[in-house]
């Protein structure tokens, strides 16, 4: 039987929220570059990624799951999708604390300033290493989650 971080991503690739969530323990937290989250909020972040397939075009490229323990497991992961309409390509690096054979804790590291200017150009290389610009991804990022909350009911 594959071990939770393995089902979790396959169920990522098919873009499978039930099955995303079905890994997931009620006390998640997710921390990355535009989110630090918790329990039915960052499970609503995953909806929101994978149900808005008609705009973002998310999708996981490729992954690879790393050791994993009864307590930990790390994986590397490569996403593809559309911010406000520019391509990104984004690496990703996980480490996941498990509890009870879920992931309680999940924290996303990539490479900020690639991210950035893929997401905003030049003003992304400019600004990449400014509080005022890594507040504002996370202020974005999240009122669109509360958007779609929201929406979603």
């Keep these: 039987m594959s071990n939770v971080i393995e089902r979790f991503f396959d169920a990522y690739t098919r873009m499978n929220i039930k099955d995303m969530e079905a890994c997931l323990h009620p006390e998640y937290h997710l921390s990355d570059i535009g989110f630090d989250i918790k329990g039915k909020r960052g499970w609503a972040m995953w909806a929101m990624f994978c149900n808005n397939q008609s705009t973002n075009k998310l999708a996981v490229a490729e992954y690879k799951v790393g050791e994993v323990t009864e ?13 406000d309409g520019r391509p990104i390509d984004n690496p990703i690096h996980s480490e996941f604390q498990l509890k009870d054979g879920l992931i309680i804790r999940q ?16 003003l992304g290389w400019l600004l990449c290493g400014t509080d005022f ?17 929201a929406k979603s009911g």
């Design 71 to 83: 307590e930990r497991g790390s994986a590397d992961y490569r996403v593809t999708y559309l911010l």
């Design 107 to 122: 924290i996303d590291t990539c490479d900020f300033q690639n991210w950035a200017v893929q997401a905003k150009g030049f």
């Design 133 to 149: 610009f890594k507040n504002k991804v996370k202020q974005t990022a999240e009122q669109r989650l509360s958007d779609y909350i």
